[in-house]
């Protein structure tokens, strides 16, 4: 069965950095894409960021490249988004979940329903 447990939200201020984790079991990121996506409220979810750590390949969502940066934990089988420069705007529930590495295939994924996402983690930046 495969799981996805993301942590380490919280409360941050404007232009601080916050680490999120994403626990993964069930399959490993030698041959699956697992990355990030978010929902703000009363908006859509969105793909937030994905790397294919097995056949190469990567995205990051306009609003995000350059201030948010994913990892693999090897040891761990875990995956990391460092968010620094973070924005009001970038508050939301954030999750981690298969990807892919376009942004048509963010878009299809970020519209599975609500049985194939974990509870998420959630981020909220003050001003």
């Known amino acids: 069965q495969v799981r996805l447990k993301e942590s380490g939200g919280g409360l941050v201020q404007a232009g601080d950095t916050l680490s999120l984790s994403c626990a993964v079991s069930g399959l490993t990121l030698d041959y699956y894409a697992v990355g990030w996506y978010r929902q703000a409220p009363g908006k859509e979810r969105e793909g937030v960021a994905c790397i294919n750590f097995a056949a190469g390949g990567s995205y990051y969502a306009d609003s995000v490249k350059g201030r948010f940066t994913m990892s693999r934990d090897n040891g761990n089988n875990a995956l990391a988004l460092q968010m620094s420069s973070l924005k009001p705007e970038d508050t939301a529930v954030y999750y981690c979940?298969?990807?892919?590495?376009?942004?048509?295939?963010?878009?299809?994924?970020?519209?599975?329903?609500?049985?194939?996402w974990g509870q998420g983690t959630q981020v909220t930046v003050s001003p």
């Open positions: 979940m298969r990807c892919g590495v376009t942004a048509q295939a963010m878009d299809i994924m970020s519209r599975l329903g609500e049985e194939y």
